[in-house]
């Protein structure tokens, strides 16, 4: 079974500072990494993906990896109110039979307070 | 593109019924999922499909069917409707191969009473 864990939160913090959700993941083997942001009641949809080691930006969002620590972070920087939503991290099988699979943490509540 | 479009939105079943839940998608992808989400949790994949004619059980199959006889249509079929299968269900694509983004539908909310 290959595990997701994510900070459980919730996590708070004000207008204009930098959220930090971070998840680590069981599967060394594992290539592709993926946030998806999830309003209440509404369906996940993607805002990062990271393959390899490093940064990655794109806007007001960084996407860390670090395969040698099997973890995963999103920094979202000048936090706003409208990034209020449930983060999940996925990690895909990129191998044998699962894959293509995704495999998702529990996510992670962000509140950003004005 | 519509993308993923999913019905219906929301249904009541009362246990021991059955229902399908529908899935198509118009991206042409050959993969396709279906998951469950309950309050505060993860997803949960229930069943894959990596092309027309062939599916495989996820991580909670159980009370759950489901068939591909096209690569548009993905239906999940619900036998004998139990309380633990309130949830939210949502079905996804992705084109084939490892490292491509799913592409989720709006869901559906199943309460089962």
């Known amino acids: 079974q290959k595990e997701v864990e994510q900070n459980s939160g919730p996590l708070s913090v004000p207008e204009g500072a930098i959220a930090s959700l971070n998840c680590t993941y069981s599967?060394?083997?594992?290539?592709?990494f993926f946030w998806y942001r999830q309003y209440s009641g509404k369906s996940p949809e993607l805002i990062m993906f990271?393959?390899?080691?490093g940064d990655k930006e794109d806007g007001r969002f960084t996407a860390q990896l670090n395969k040698a620590s099997q973890y995963v972070s999103l920094l979202i920087r000048d936090s706003q109110p409208s990034d209020s939503a449930t983060y999940l991290c996925?990690?895909?099988?990129?191998?044998?039979?699962?894959?293509?699979?995704?495999?998702f943490g529990r996510g992670t509540q962000l509140t950003v307070w004005p | 593109n519509a993308g993923v479009t999913q019905t219906p939105k929301f249904r009541i079943l009362k246990i021991g019924q059955s229902m399908t839940l529908q899935c198509t998608q118009d991206?042409?992808?050959?993969?396709m999922y279906w998951y469950r989400q309950d309050p505060g949790m993860g997803l949960k994949l229930i069943y894959y499909s990596v092309g027309a004619g062939i599916t495989d059980k996820g991580e909670v199959p159980n009370g759950y069917n489901v068939s591909r006889s096209t690569t548009e249509d993905f239906p999940l079929r619900l036998e004998l409707a139990a309380p633990s299968q309130t949830s939210v269900y949502f079905c996804?694509?992705?084109?084939?191969?490892?490292?491509?983004?799913?592409?989720f539908g709006p869901g559906t909310r199943l309460l089962v009473l």
């Open positions: 996804a694509s992705n084109r084939q191969g490892p490292g491509e983004t799913q592409y």
């Open positions: 599967d060394r083997g594992s290539q592709s």
């Open positions: 991206m042409n992808h050959n993969y």
């Open positions: 996925a990690v895909s099988s990129d191998r044998g039979s699962t894959l293509g699979r995704l495999y």
């Open positions: 990271i393959y390899s080691n």
